[in-house]
């Protein structure tokens, strides 16, 4: 019989995790609750929530929205949105992630205290919570995802970098020793650790429990960056790595001749996804067996 093990240290992190009760909390009291953007990075979480009364909706339809209940995941919103709230008298449901939060009322200190303030987000472009912290700073802060885009920074100005919070310490760490090294007098730079450690401190966990199996199945909605990430890592250490968004898409031929089987996911994979994943290889398992 396979030794299937789902990795403890996966799924929800505490952000998510508050803004997923926060929602079941308003539809027991609430028919319908709408919420700006996806709550969390996975279709199948999502779909559970809209069958108890969950709409997702975009900024624009936000906009046009009056006298309602707004959820705000944990990604965060620029000001604007909150703006916008007040005008259509919205009542927000606001489930923005501690950290997250905490990283926006930085940058915007830096906007407000420094002298002409060259910020710079380390992120991914369009992402939910890179749009929030952009937002701080009028739209000015430059966002690079990598090196790659190092030449956007003017080395000749005071130059103050953030991260977003689920970005790799080791990405981060590259850019702040270019910065360091390349910035000119007397322009100065200043770099703020604003990484989740609760995210960054996975990637090992994830890796050392990818090595315990022979074969890893990483469940992950395709929309996650922190996913992508952590699965890359499983898979530098585990060729045999798998990713998967739910259950239908596993495939028998993966399980023949292995004994150990581990699943794990990201911080927006919920637990009873894993758990199913975990049920359909015991059921491929059984069908092998008996054909």
Not at 87 to 95: G, K, Q, S, V
Not at 110 to 115: G, P, S
Not at 119 to 138: C, D, F, P, S, W
Not at 168 to 183: K, R, S
Request: hydrophobic share 35%; net charge negative.
């Amino acid at each position: 019989m396979l030794n299937i093990e789902i990795d403890a240290g996966s799924g929800f992190c505490f952000g998510v995790t508050t803004a997923i009760n926060r929602a079941e909390e308003e539809l027991t009291h609430h028919d319908i609750l709408y919420c700006l953007g996806d709550i969390v990075h996975n279709s199948r979480e999502v779909e559970r929530l809209r069958e108890r009364g969950l709409v997702i909706i975009d900024h624009e339809t936000f906009a046009q929205l009056r006298d309602v209940r707004v959820l705000l995941r944990a990604h965060g919103e620029p000001p604007s949105t909150y703006e916008t709230a007040r005008r259509n008298n919205i009542t927000l449901i606001d489930a923005t992630c501690p950290v997250v939060l905490n990283l926006q009322q930085r940058i915007m200190r830096v906007y407000h205290e420094m002298t002409d303030p060259q910020i710079v987000i380390y992120g991914k472009h369009g992402h939910a919570e890179v749009l929030g912290l952009v937002g701080q700073t009028a739209g000015e802060a430059i966002v690079i995802s990598d090196m790659s885009e190092i030449g956007k920074v003017d080395l000749t100005r005071n130059t103050y970098l953030f991260s977003q919070t689920t970005k790799p310490l080791e990405g981060f760490q590259t850019l702040i020793n270019y910065l360091t090294a390349n910035i000119r007098p007397p322009a100065e730079f200043r770099c703020y650790d604003t990484i989740c450690r609760r995210v960054s401190n996975r990637l090992p966990g994830v890796q050392e429990f990818s090595k315990r199996h022979d074969v890893v199945l990483f469940v992950c909605g395709l929309k996650s960056s922190n996913g992508r990430v952590l699965y890359e890592a499983c898979r530098k250490v585990n060729e045999n790595t798998h990713f998967v968004e739910d259950p239908s898409q596993l495939d028998a031929a993966w399980f023949r001749g292995v004994s150990s089987v581990g699943i794990c996911g990201a911080t927006s994979t919920p637990k009873w996804l894993m758990e199913r994943c975990a049920e359909r290889v015991r059921e491929l398992e059984t069908s092998e067996a008996e054909g």
